[in-house]
């Protein structure tokens, strides 16, 4: 039994306690926490503390709730998928990516017409309210069950020029980036990654669980003087995955020394 004896709301030193045997390692990654009725008698409070107790370590993140089988201290492990962001071309002007074998797709992409946002635009080098093409996909990788969600936008003005484009907006990227290229664009890519909290909807579809961040990756090809032509947008569980990148240095330009 641990007697509680700190200042604040009863149930916030519960959370307090219960924090410290997780963070000390008493209460072991991934293993089953206390039922309610052992937390009780450890802490000699009334279920309704425990309960707000646990949901205040659920919103931080320490714990999962597991539903029909219990509470679980959050996993520190690392994530179970590392997605590579490589691109490569293969002799016969095909794009691969290393994780394209890795996702399905969970539901038929939705393809619509949408406008740019104040991000979106940014991204794009478009002013608001700019007419696009969105393809929306749901992935899933079919070893761990990780799922990803997948954008990609296409404004107008470049699918224009591109009749096979504008006529198949929801073509894979890799189909994209060929067409572009057949289409006499030399490409090349640039990439940002971020970590926010999901919307309602992300964390559904995404299958969150409580108090779990995404990472937001927002890709750009870019085409002659560096135009933005086409932006997609990934989104998964931070719980569940992570990117890795091949870096390589570029060529630095000569200067010319004066004469």
Not at 54 to 72: M, P, T, W, Y
Not at 164 to 173: I, N, R, T
Request: hydrophobic fraction near 35%; proline fraction near 7%.
């Amino acid at each position: 039994m641990t007697e509680i004896q700190r200042p604040g709301a009863l149930y916030q030193q519960v959370a307090a306690a219960i924090r410290e045997a997780i963070l000390s390692g008493e209460f072991a990654p991934d293993s089953l926490l206390p039922s309610e009725a052992q937390l009780m008698a450890r802490y000699q409070v009334s279920r309704p503390t425990v309960r707000n107790a646990v949901a205040a370590l659920r919103a931080e993140g320490l714990i999962d709730v597991r539903h029909g089988k219990g509470s679980f201290v959050r996993s520190d492990g690392q994530p179970v998928l590392t997605i590579e962001r490589r691109i490569s071309r293969t002799s016969d002007g095909q794009f691969v990516m290393p994780s394209g074998d890795v996702w399905t797709e969970a539901e038929q992409p939705s393809t619509y017409r949408t406008r740019t946002s104040k991000i979106t635009g940014h991204f794009l080098a478009l002013d608001e309210e700019e007419a696009l093409f969105a393809c929306d996909r749901l992935l899933t990788d079919p070893e761990t069950g990780t799922r990803a969600m997948h954008r990609t936008l296409i404004p107008f003005e470049v699918a224009e020029g591109i009749p096979s484009l504008a006529q198949e907006p929801g073509k894979a990227p890799t189909e994209v980036y060929r067409t572009l290229t057949q289409d006499g664009h030399k490409l090349w890519w640039s990439e940002t990654v971020r970590a926010r909290m999901p919307l309602p909807d992300e964390r559904t579809t995404l299958q969150l669980p409580d108090a779990t961040p995404i990472l937001h990756l927002s890709r750009v090809t870019h085409g002659a003087d560096d135009r933005p032509l086409i932006l997609e947008e990934l989104r998964v569980g931070a719980d569940r995955a992570e990117v890795a990148y091949r870096i390589t240095a570029d060529k630095q330009t000569t200067r010319r020394r004066p004469a």
